[in-house]
T-cell receptor, first 118, second 109 residues
Framework: AQTVTQSQPEMSVQEAETVTLSCTYDTSESDYYLFWYKQPPSRQMILVIRQEAYKQQNATENRFSVNFQKAAKSFSLKISDSQLGDAAMYFCAYRSPLSSGSARQLTFGSGTQLTVLP | DVKVTQSSRYLVKRTGEKVFLECVQDMDHENMFWYRQDPGLGLRLIYFSYDVKMKEKGDIPEGYSVSREKKERFSLILESASTNQTSMYLC????????FGSGTRLTVV
């Protein structure tokens, strides 16, 4: 079974600064998908960014980018120019390829609570 | 946009009660999921369904059951609620991507 580990329960960043959230995972599969989700106090889970393991290029979405190190099984999220609205719980998640029997569900890490200081 | 609606935002139930958490989606997605969210543990999969009347156990199915009689509705059932089932419950659906409901915070007293 796959596991996802987020070793930072809490992080804080000054507004306009850059912060990196860590995520490692364990899998024996060679093809898979990785995600970062944001959960603000409204509880709504919002997809931040998605990475396909077969793609070597790191995904980016505006101020959000990832550092995907497949050999190290590491998938960190970098938030640049942090804004007050970035304050939320961030979850890293893993999904098996569609050809796998366990393909349908996401496996989540324990989350990192990000505080943005004005 | 796909919408996933959970019937209650907050719920308080007594120990031993039978509890139903309802989830409805407004798209034709086959896959639906129930997760439980606890501090320090993240989201853990309870059950999922990939078609009407089809269900599979997730990582923590004990004490729960599910029902999917129609494609758009996926119900989580606590047969006899216990205090250790106090938690946040999130429903999700997947087509190309995943869409989550806003969660039901259940307190069992």
């Amino acid at each position: 079974a796959q596991t996802v580990t987020q070793s930072q329960p809490e992080m804080s960043v000054q507004e306009a600064e850059t912060v990196t959230l860590s995520c490692t995972y364990d899998t024996s599969e060679s093809d898979y998908y990785l995600f970062w989700y944001k959960q603000p106090p409204s509880r709504q889970m919002i997809l931040v960014i998605r990475q396909e393991a077969y793609k070597q290029q790191n995904a980016t979405e505006n101020r959000f980018s990832v550092n995907f190190q497949k050999a190290a099984k590491s998938f960190s999220l970098k938030i640049s120019d942090s804004q007050l609205g970035d304050a939320a719980m961030y979850f890293c998640a893993y999904r098996s390829p569609l050809s796998s029997g366990s393909a349908r569900q996401l496996t989540f890490g324990s989350g990192t609570q990000l505080t943005v200081l004005p | 946009d796909v919408k996933v609606t959970q019937s209650s935002r907050y719920l308080v139930k007594r120990t031993g009660e039978k509890v139903f958490l309802e989830c409805v989606q407004d798209m034709d997605h086959e896959n639906m999921f129930w997760y439980r969210q606890d501090p320090g543990l993240g989201l853990r999969l309870i059950y999922f369904s990939y078609d009407v009347k089809m269900k599979e156990k997730g990582d923590i199915p004990e004490g729960y059951s599910v029902s999917r009689e129609k494609k758009e509705r996926f119900s989580l059932i606590l047969e006899s609620a216990s205090t250790n089932q106090t938690s946040m419950y999130l429903c999700a659906t997947s087509g190309y991507g995943y869409t989550f409901g806003s969660g039901t915070r259940l307190t069992v007293v």
